[in-house]
């Protein structure tokens, strides 16, 4: 079966524009998560979400946002960019149904520079 | 904010031999898991550990979670250079969010 699709692979965007990324998850699956991941901080949460429906969220600012349609497909959306937000950007894909003990099929991530 | 710190960072070493990755925390997790995530890519699952004690085998590489469900380990056995990349952790605390370790990288020489 396909795997995560993350679209674009990679991006260059300007100070203070803003960028959209988008993210398929395994057919089936219902949450899908996102995570930042930077060569100083790591891996770290963004937010996920289940059925359209944001369950859960990391400790970033307002200008990082996300939903998610019907068909489960998510796209994040991080506003008046700065360096800093510079990353690789990964989604990742779960059932969903209770606790995610399946594990997390991640996709090969947006990586997104800011010029 | 749940922790997760692994040791070492950094491991390179030669074909053959054997390691071990720890992943530490103070906080206890319904289940512990360990990726590997290679260079351009996302992390791909190794392994899910969900009961404290539990040590589960994949071939070469062997996984235990503690007792207490705070920590883990990683055991390589003759490693190849194929298992060279990025070796995460993360805890799952049941609120459908992973808390990744500070990984370690390891490179195996031929």
């Known amino acids: 079966k396909a795997g995560v699709t993350q679209t674009p692979r990679y991006l260059i965007k300007t100070r203070g524009q803003q960028v959209t990324l988008s993210c398929s998850p395994i057919?089936?699956?219902?949450?899908v998560s996102w995570y930042q991941q930077t060569p100083g901080q790591g891996l770290q949460f963004l937010f996920e979400?289940?059925?359209?429906?944001?369950?859960n969220k990391g400790n970033f600012p307002g200008r990082f946002s996300g939903r998610q349609f019907s068909n489960s497909r998510s796209e994040m959306n991080v506003s008046t960019l700065e360096l800093g937000d510079s990353a690789l950007y990964l989604c990742?894909?779960?059932?969903?149904?209770?606790?995610?003990?399946?594990?997390?099929?991640f996709g090969s991530g947006t990586r997104l520079t800011v010029v | 904010t749940q922790l997760l710190e692994q040791s070492p960072q950094f491991l390179s070493i030669q074909e053959g031999e054997n390691l071990t990755v720890y992943c530490n925390s103070s906080s206890v997790f319904s289940s512990l898991q360990w990726y590997r995530q290679e260079p351009g890519e996302g992390p791909v699952l190794l392994v899910t550990?969900?009961?404290?004690?539990e040590v589960k085998k994949l071939k070469r590489l062997t996984f235990q979670f503690g007792d207490a469900r705070k920590d883990s380990s990683l055991h390589i056995t003759a490693a190849q250079p194929g298992d060279t990349g990025l070796y995460l952790c993360a805890g799952e605390t049941g609120a459908n969010n992973l808390f990744f370790g500070t990984g370690t990288r390891l490179t195996v020489i031929p």
């Open positions: 979400y289940f059925s359209e429906t944001q369950r």
């Open positions: 990742a894909s779960s059932p969903g149904q209770g606790a995610p003990i399946y594990g997390y099929t």
């Open positions: 057919s089936g699956h219902r949450s």
């Open positions: 550990v969900v009961t404290g004690g």
